[in-house]
C-alpha cells in the first residue's frame, strides 16, 4: 500500500501528513485482514526511488542517489549503491532561514504563496543546496507533480549534483509500489 506523506517504520505509521488515528497501527495487517489479500505499504517517495534505481536514471548509478518528490510535500528516498535507507522525511528539516524546508519549497507553498516557477525554483535550489551540503549525492532524482515542469525551473538550480526529472515523472510511486508488493510476495 501507498500512504502520500507517511513515514512508514517497520510497517507501523508514525509519519506526518496522517490522520493521528493511524499512528502506531500496523496497516499491512489492518488492509490484509480488511481485503482478505496481502497488502503492504511503502513510503511514496521511498516507492518513488525503488522505481528510478530500477528503471529510471539510478540504473546503474553508484553512489548516493537522493529521490525528491515535489508536490504537496518534499518526500525523499536516500539510496546508497543502490541500497535504500527508508522513511527519511527529509522535507521536515528545518532551512536556515528557520521554516520547515516543504513549506517553503514544496510545489503546494509554490502555489499558495502564488510565487512563479523562477522565483520558486530558487527556493528549491535552497533545499537542494542543504541536501547536496548533508549528503554530497552522486545525482539527485526528482519525482512528484512538479517534475513534469522541470524546464521552468531547472535554471534556477545552481548545484555541483546533477538534477534530472525522473523517468516515470509523477506517476513513479505507482511503478514502485509495483515492485516492493512484487518483493513481497
Known amino acids: 500500500m501507498r500512504f502520500s506523506g507517511c513515514g512508514a517504520t517497520r510497517r507501523r ?10 499512528i502506531q497501527t500496523d496497516i499491512d495487517k489492518l488492509f490484509s485482514e480488511a481485503t482478505t489479500c496481502a497488502c503492504f505499504n511503502v513510503n511514496d517517495a521511498d516507492a518513488a ?11 546503474g548509478q553508484s553512489g548516493v542517489v ?39 519549497a514544496s ?19 535552497t533545499y537542494l543546496t542543504a541536501m ?6 552522486d545525482l539527485i532524482i526528482l519525482g512528484g507533480g512538479a517534475s513534469k515542469k522541470f524546464d521552468k525551473f531547472q535554471d534556477q538550480l545552481a548545484l555541483n549534483t546533477p538534477v534530472k526529472p525522473a523517468v516515470f515523472l509523477n506517476q513513479a510511486g505507482i511503478v514502485g ?5 512484487k518483493s513481497k510476495l
Open 132 to 137: 547536496e551540503r548533508l549528503f554530497w549525492p
Open 49 to 59: 526511488g525503488l522505481a528510478e534505481m530500477h528503471f529510471g536514471h539510478g540504473v
Open 177 to 181: 509500489a509495483a515492485l516492493f508488493a
Open 66 to 104: 537522493l529521490l525528491v518528490t515535489v508536490g504537496t510535500g518534499l518526500g525523499t528516498a536516500l539510496f546508497t549503491d543502490g541500497n535504500l535507507l527508508p522513511n527519511t522525511e527529509l522535507g521536515h528539516i528545518f532551512l536556515e532561514n528557520g521554516i520547515k524546508a516543504e513549506r517553503y
Open 13 to 22: 505509521l508514525d509519519g506526518s501528513n496522517i490522520s493521528k488515528e493511524f
Open 107 to 125: 510545489d503546494a507553498a509554490r502555489k499558495i504563496e502564488d510565487l512563479g516557477w523562477k522565483t520558486w525554483g530558487k527556493r528549491f535550489n
